[in-house]
């Protein structure tokens, strides 16, 4: 079977009708639909939970550069960047967090209309979370072609923060093939270069695919079961 033609499908197709198509599935056959989603389901809550700890682990370090900043200044040091540093870990934080606490339900939803009746609730609710999946995937898509542009470009820091030349051949290792790995270290130096702003935006691509993600999960859990996997709504 050749596999072209269907490979070659342009990306709002991948991105807009293929997760549509799935929910339309599982509306329609919710028996299969639960079997074969099941497994993923579980998966995918695994997923959110890591990126809450990372979120988490993002959101000490904004701590322990608040408490390097306090040390330097009373040692009559300087800690030149911190500010920046602090910055990308408070937007990693956010957007790591993104995923793991929607299904938390401590994002804002205006639940009047839902409260009226379970019929009109499934729907509303189902609507309300169609539009978000579309937004949220637009939104990620955009956040990636941002990423690549900023690394195409070379786009640096107008701060005083940088980072070892090196962490950034690791990083740009997951984008590359292996057989690019050893002139890439070839060309790599041993010292500080400014921050390139792709990396800080990683996270923001991370965590935006991340809630698309959830978005459409959280659709075919109520198309299915009746109900999503927000487990409360933090403000009514």
């Given amino acids: 079977m050749d596999w072209k033609p269907f490979l070659g499908l342009p990306l709002w197709f991948w991105l807009f009708v293929l997760p549509s198509l799935i929910v339309i599935f599982c509306a329609i056959f919710k028996r299969v639909a639960s079997a074969i989603f099941k497994p993923v389901w579980a998966l995918l809550d695994k997923l959110y939970d890591l990126s809450g700890v990372i979120a988490a682990l993002f959101m000490i370090t904004i701590l322990l550069i608040i408490v390097a900043q306090m040390l330097v200044r009373w040692f009559g040091l300087q800690f030149p960047g911190s ?76 701060g005083l923060d940088q980072v070892p030349e090196r962490v950034l051949t690791v990083v740009k290792m997951f984008g590359s093939s292996p057989a690019n790995w050893a002139e890439m270290w070839a060309d790599s130096g041993s010292g500080w270069v400014y921050t390139p702003i792709w990396l800080p935006q990683i996270a923001m691509s991370i965590g935006s695919v991340l809630l698309a993600i959830a978005l459409w999960d959280n659709l075919t859990r109520l198309v299915v079961q009746g109900r999503s996997a927000i487990r409360m709504e933090t403000v009514e």
């Fill in 83 to 158: 500010t920046d540093y602090a910055g990308y870990a408070m937007a990693a934080t956010s957007f790591f967090a993104l995923a793991h606490a929607l299904n938390r339900g401590s994002h804002i939803r205006v639940s009047i209309l839902l409260n009226l009746n379970n019929y009109t609730r499934f729907w509303l609710d189902a609507f309300a979370l169609f539009i978000a999946s579309l937004t949220a995937t637009y939104f990620a898509r955009f956040a990636i072609k941002t990423t690549i542009f900023s690394e195409m470009l070379n786009d640096r820091t107008q």
